[in-house]
């Protein structure tokens, strides 16, 4: 059974660091693109990032750019992104997700997905 299950989110400061983790298991992954997307309270699902199944290319929304790196580790079947400098408008529920192609990832056609973790940013 194929499961994504993210880790790492809580309470941080704006202005701080966070490091979520995703790790993927029951099905091979490898060749998938894999990203982050969230959705805060009574708001609609928002992409994050996206990394090619290599980890060669990735793409950020406006929003995160410059502040959040996303990465991935093939041998481990983790994907990490790393928030630096967060606002509080980056508090949301963060779920990491896999997808068929980069294309697939960047149109928000998703195909897998986690239960999701809560990032909280205090000002």
């Known amino acids: 059974q194929e499961q994504l299950v993210e880790s790492g989110g809580g309470s941080v400061q704006a202005g701080g660091s966070l490091r979520l983790s995703c790790a993927a298991s029951g099905r091979t992954f490898d060749t998938y693109a894999m990203g982050w997307f969230r959705q805060a309270a009574g708001n609609e699902r928002e992409f994050v990032a996206a990394?090619?199944?290599?980890?060669?290319?990735?793409y950020y929304a406006d929003s995160v750019k410059g502040r959040f790196t996303i990465s991935r580790d093939t041998t481990k079947k983790m994907v990490y992104l790393q928030m630096n400098s967060p606002k509080p408008e980056d508090t949301a529920a963060y779920y990491c997700?896999?997808?068929?192609?980069?294309?697939?990832?960047?149109?928000?056609?998703?195909?897998?997905w986690g239960q999701g973790t809560q990032v909280t940013v205090s000002s």
């Open positions: 997700y896999a997808a068929e192609s980069l294309a697939r990832a960047i149109r928000e056609e998703y195909d897998y």
């Open positions: 990394i090619s199944w290599s980890g060669a290319t990735t």
